[in-house]
């Protein structure tokens, strides 16, 4: 199973949006609406800011968004904030009743 | 609150075996599957192995297959990963982490701390 592929590294200075893909095949990202979005500043274990694709879990501010289409998935930080620099991973569900990863994505704040 | 305690993790030689222990507390451990998720300093994770709440299904990377095995004792709110015939590839950071719903399907939203495992000669 092959790793999804995320861009290495996305910048914005604070109140800007920035948006990061997870591209997949049709046998992850494609067929499940189980794609999950992971915050992780470094020596942290990942936190979960979006599930199913587009949903919230509780206490994650609502700048945080998810959105899919085909096999890509996106995540969107709007009105960034400093405190959203970190490495952020997608992860879908797959037709062998595995999990997949993406390779990450290292935000930036400028 | 949910917590997840690994141990188990430490330096092994190449080819000898490692168990890893994962012990729950904070929620009805019976009613969630269970992942294993490993991770090398500066890269993605890596999804090892999954249990489902009753130990019924089990399933793995193709990268693990036939060297891990997973298991689970929910007497003891405790989940389980023998790692055997170890390459240094191997050596990562590993997580265990709960599934949402009963499978591991659901998605993840608790993680342990993780427990280091090195292989090397």
């Known amino acids: 199973q092959s790793a999804l592929t995320q861009p290495p590294s996305v910048s914005g200075s604070p109140g800007q949006s920035v948006t990061i893909s997870c591209t997949g095949t049709s046998s992850d990202v494609g067929n499940y609406d189980r794609v999950s979005w992971y915050q992780q500043p470094p020596g942290t274990a990942p936190k979960l800011m979006i599930f199913e694709v587009s949903n919230r879990p509780s206490g994650v501010p609502d700048r945080f968004s998810g959105s899919k289409s085909g096999n890509t998935a996106s995540l969107t930080i709007s009105g960034l904030q400093a405190e959203d620099e970190a490495d952020y991973y997608c992860?879908?569900?797959?037709?062998?009743?595995?999990?997949?990863f993406g390779g990450g994505t290292k935000l930036t704040v400028l | 609150q949910v917590q997840l305690v690994e141990s188990g993790g430490g330096v092994v030689q190449p080819g000898r075996s490692l168990r890893l222990s994962c012990v729950a507390s904070g929620f009805t451990f019976s009613n969630h599957g269970l992942h294993w998720v490993r991770q090398t300093p500066g890269k993605g994770p890596e999804w090892v192995a999954a249990?489902?709440?009753?130990?019924?299904?089990?399933y793995y990377a193709d990268s693990v297959k036939g060297r891990f095995t997973i298991s689970r004792d929910n007497s003891k709110s405790t989940v389980y990963l023998q790692m055997n015939s170890l390459r240094a590839e191997d050596t990562a950071i590993y997580y265990c982490?709960?599934?949402?719903?009963?499978?591991?399907?659901?998605?993840?939203?608790?993680w342990g701390q993780g427990t280091l495992a090195t292989v090397s000669s």
């Open positions: 982490a709960r599934d949402s719903g009963y499978g591991s399907g659901s998605y993840i939203k608790y």
């Open positions: 249990i489902w709440y009753d130990g019924s299904n089990k």
């Open positions: 992860s879908s569900y797959t037709t062998s009743y595995t999990w997949v």
